[in-house]
């Protein structure tokens, strides 16, 4: 509305302006808003209380933003503070206002109306002693209140009536005892019973208080009550109580008369749990702590302490039984008797060893002289403070255990050992390395005996060492011992105490008499062995024999596998194990058709082993330092794997690597080609299927080219050549020693590459035959039945290279003629390991140009006997070029290595092989032979 008349004011003004008047505008100002308390809330909106109680009051005020909520409070009776904490009156009353106004707004105020009650009447908790008996007691026997002792159990009637109990004391002799503090639940359910228990007339809630009458200061002894009259109490605080009074009291006299008497500890030596459960104490003195209790107050005067059977069990636990001392020290008010237990341990028995072992009694006068009654009952010594644990005593040692006579443990003899030899354990067996030769029982606390050698240089050196647990820890870091007896070894045993012999065992380690190579004691078994220490491991190697990996193709394995064996050094020396120095097997594993065969463990001289991977001394023959196997007989196509250990007297060893041998003379079987084969171009192909007794080598196909009389109708150099060309090197079908045999029709496949046709002398001669060739694993050489030649397209004519003047002989970079194959021979410079091969072509410049796609090198394999095949060794596509303006020069080369042509040829010794260089035709499909072959030496 403001802003709608002002418009109309501006407007009216421009009105009357545009008439000429002179007019003058003020501007409107509205009135100031005035922040608002616009009303107080008090809660609780009405109250009932009782007469002289508390209530608290909030007040809520609703006012603008900014505004202050503060109130004034005020009642029409009572009191009430500025917080708005109301005091009902001392008297009832219908309705008083409790009111809260605005600190801002005097005029705006809230109200609420409390009614005041008259109190209702208290009903207090109250508390009784409802009985006092002996704890523990059959059907809860009620104390003689004139002769309290031990323990009793004070029960406790509550209750607690309107009140809220706090907590509940009890309290012996003016000592509070024992409390019981109460939850807000635990009172609330204290009340609930005895609601209920007051509607039933049934007993109301019950609390029970254990006290130990006889409770003693562990320390110094002095008993927490004196004999005589005590005053037992119980209180009971509610809330709003103090520490001070109590809502409800109940009191009782008793007269407490517990006996005086000593709380005994023992210590000494050490202490265990035997098997079945029951401890002991042995392995020192003992020593026995006597805290006096005198709960008559008595001065004590003299105190003797003796170790006794318990008396209830009528028999002695301990051999020897006596005072165990007098009172012979005095620390603080403790009395400490220490007596000798040397000798004696507790009889193992049904008394001892269950329930009724020796115990500890004490004998006590008073400073007048006369003797104090001490505690004691049917089961608990006299003299003894509650139920004292008795004593099973052990200061014996257990009997002495052996050494293994001349410690020939394990296979070792000559009283030599090496670091796996244990000196802690009894032996198991055959093959154990423990050194205590038999166990021994201990006839007291019983249980494990622990055993240690004690080693030194001499017998009374030893006695003092320490124990040893193993060897290892002799001369640790050196070669060993000189001679077999540096040391001298005797046997110590301890109980589960550790009691242990004090001065060792009777005995001498006198050095071993020598009986040939084996060493003795004058008595086998004797607690205490002389002996000496070898770490060194004897030498073992192979020394002829079977070599590794040969392939024997013979019709029994021809030959033994051999090893040398040897122990050698200045220090720790044993020399070799007398009785098997050496042990072998010999694994066999044969064929099965293709998969990884059966294998079969055999010992030395072929027999079966009795189990697989364990060397045995069965079947080998001896000729010392020589060791062998005495297989030559079998006749078995097999890989026959070798293992052999040497074992020097100490119980080293050493072993060779493994050896395996193949033995492969079965027939192998090689399938024909098939066919028919028909060419289209150089690059055909053929298959054949291969089958041997053990295990497939390798393969390869050849070409026969045709031949007049059996006889190579081409002659090349001195001798007559094979007419057989190798298609490609051998493809290996399987290595060596290979995990899965192939054996079982084997199907091959290769793509030949060799000429349709050789040119010598312009005349051709076309391929006849094609052949699969392979070898078994005894290097048995099979060559298929020849297949019929392919089919020739297109037809071959005699190929004529224009301008060809020479394809002559070829020449060697070697000057000797000789190549070393690097196996057995070293290179030299007559005998080089490397060379090359190079065949020369000449024609006229202007029309000589080079005839030859490819110019290969082939040599005979076998050292070149007649009927074998020729192998290519080498290869050039590139020749070198050499024009002088009238004669144009090709060279063709290829690299050779004597090692690569002794394995490629197939050579065994050093032979002679003729090597030819065939130039090809741009289709490869005939090969021009060179004029004359070359004869190359290869040296082994």
């Not at 009782?50 to 005020?61: E, H, R």
């Not at 219908?94 to 008259?118: E, F, H, L, R, Y």
């Not at 002389?530 to 070599?547: K, Q």
Request: charged share 5%.
């Amino acid at each position: 509305m403001n802003f709608s008349r002002k418009m109309i004011f501006v407007v009216g003004a421009a009105l009357l302006a545009a008439c000429g008047d002179k007019v003058t505008v003020t501007d409107y100002t509205p009135p100031a808003t005035v922040p608002r308390v616009y009303s107080v809330d008090v809660a609780p909106a009405t109250a009932t209380v009782t007469v002289n109680s508390t209530l608290t009051f909030t007040a809520a005020v609703n006012a603008d933003a900014g505004v202050a909520t503060t109130v004034t409070w005020s009642a029409s009776g009572g009191a009430i503070s500025t917080a708005g904490v109301f005091t009902a009156p001392a008297t009832a009353s219908a309705g008083i206002a409790v009111c809260a106004q605005s600190t801002v707004n005097t005029s705006v105020k809230g109200c609420a109306t409390v009614v005041v009650q008259a109190a209702a009447a208290i009903i207090p908790a109250t508390v009784s002693i409802n009985s006092i008996q002996v704890t523990g007691a059959v059907g809860g026997a009620t104390v003689n209140p004139a002769a309290v002792a031990g323990g009793i159990d004070v029960t406790l009637n509550v209750n607690p009536g309107n009140q809220t109990p706090q907590r509940i004391v009890l309290i012996v002799g003016g000592i509070r005892q024992d409390s019981q503090m109460f939850t807000a639940a635990q009172a609330a359910a204290l009340r609930y019973a005895a609601d209920e228990a007051a509607a039933t007339q049934s007993t109301f809630p019950q609390i029970v208080f254990s006290v130990a009458t006889g409770t003693f200061n562990a320390t110094t002894g002095a008993p927490r009550w004196l004999n005589g009259t005590q005053a037992v109490s119980a209180q009971l605080y509610t809330t709003g109580g103090t520490s001070t009074a109590a809502t409800a009291t109940a009191q009782t006299n008793l007269t407490f008369a517990n006996v005086d008497g000593f709380a005994i500890t023992t210590s000494g030596g050490t202490s265990v749990v035997d098997a079945t459960g029951y401890r002991w104490t042995g392995n020192g003195s003992l020593t026995v702590n006597a805290l006096p209790v005198i709960y008559s107050g008595s001065t004590i005067g003299t105190v003797n302490a003796a170790l006794s059977a318990n008396p209830a069990a009528g028999s002695t636990c301990v051999a020897a039984v006596g005072a165990v001392g007098a009172a012979t020290t005095k620390t603080g008010n403790v009395y400490v008797i220490t007596g000798t237990m040397a000798g004696l341990a507790s009889t193992v028995g049904a008394t001892c060893n269950t329930t009724f072992p020796n115990v500890v009694t004490i004998a006590a006068t008073n400073a007048a002289g006369d003797n104090l009654t001490l505690a004691g009952t049917a089961t608990t010594p006299a003299g003894i403070i509650g139920t004292q644990t008795g004593l099973r005593w052990d200061n014996i040692a257990p009997p002495t255990a052996g050494l293994i006579a001349a410690l020939a443990v394990n296979s070792r003899a000559g009283n030599w050992i090496n670091d796996a030899v244990s000196f802690g354990a009894v032996t198991t067996g055959a093959t154990s390395n423990n050194a205590i030769a038999a166990a021994v029982v201990d006839a007291n606390i019983g249980g494990t005996i622990t055993y240690s050698v004690r080693v030194g240089a001499t017998y009374t050196a030893a006695k003092t060492a320490a124990g040893l647990a193993n060897s290892s820890t002799l001369n640790a870091g050196t070669a060993g011992s000189a001679t077999n007896a540096d040391w001298c070894g005797i046997v110590f045993t301890a109980d589960a105490l550790g009691n242990t012999q004090s001065g060792g065992p009777t005995g001498t380690c006198a050095a071993p008499t020598t009986n040939g190579v084996i060493y003795v004691l004058p008595v086998a078994g004797v607690a205490s062995v002389p002996f000496g220490v070898d770490r060194a491991a004897p030498t073992i190697a192979y020394s002829g024999g079977l070599a590794a990996n040969a392939q024997i193709a013979t019709a029994a394995v021809g030959g033994e596998f051999i090893v040398t064996v040897a122990d050698t050094g200045l220090v720790g020396n044993s020399g070799m194990l007398p009785a098997s120095p050496a042990k072998m097997q010999i694994s066999q594993r044969v064929a099965a058709g293709n998969g990884a065969g059966t294998t079969s463990c055999k010992n030395a001289d072929g027999t079966a082993a009795t189990t697989c991977g364990t060397l045995s001394a069965t079947g080998v023959a001896a000729a010392a330092p020589l060791y062998s196997t005495a297989i030559t007989a079998v006749t078995t196509d097999a890989y026959f794997t070798f293992s052999a250990t040497a074992f020097d007297a100490a119980g080293n060893s050493a072993s060779v690597a493994t050896r395996t041998v193949a033995h492969d003379d079965g027939a192998l079987t090689v399938g024909a080609v098939s066919s028919p084969i028909t060419v289209a171009t150089i690059g055909w192909s053929g298959s054949a299927f291969l089958n041997d007794a053990l295990d497939i080598a390798n393969y390869w196909f050849s070409g026969d080219y045709t031949t007049i009389g059996g006889v190579s109708t081409f002659v090349v150099g001195p001798s007559v050549q094979p007419v057989r060309f190798a298609n490609t090197t051998a493809t290996v079908v399987n290595g060596f020693n290979a995990a899965s045999f192939v054996n079982t029709n084997y199907a091959v496949t290769s793509t030949f590459n060799i000429p349709l046709a050789l040119q010598f002398g312009g005349v051709l001669y076309p391929l006849a035959t094609v052949e699969a060739n392979a070898t078994n694993q005894g290097n048995l050489l099979v060559t298929g039945a020849g297949a019929a030649a392919p089919a020739v397209a297109p037809a071959l004519a005699v190929f004529a290279p224009a301008g060809l003047a020479t394809f002559p002989a070829i020449t060697n970079s070697i000057a000797s003629n000789n190549i070393s194959s690097g196996v057995t021979t070293a290179a030299t410079t007559g005998n080089p390991a490397s060379g090359t091969l190079s065949v020369v072509s000449t024609g006229p410049t202007a029309t000589y140009n080079n005839p030859f796609s490819r110019v290969e090198f082939w040599a005979a394999n076998l050292g070149g006997a007649a009927g074998t095949e020729m192998r290519m060794i080498g290869s050039a596509s590139t020749p070198v070029l050499v024009d002088n303006g009238a004669t144009r020069t090709y060279t063709w080369s290829a690299a050779i290595s004597g090692a690569t042509l002794y394995t490629q040829l197939g050579y065994t010794a050093t032979a002679v092989t003729q090597v030819i260089a065939v130039g090809y035709n741009a289709a490869g499909t005939i090969g021009y032979v060179n004029a004359a072959a070359y004869a190359l030496n290869i040296i082994k």
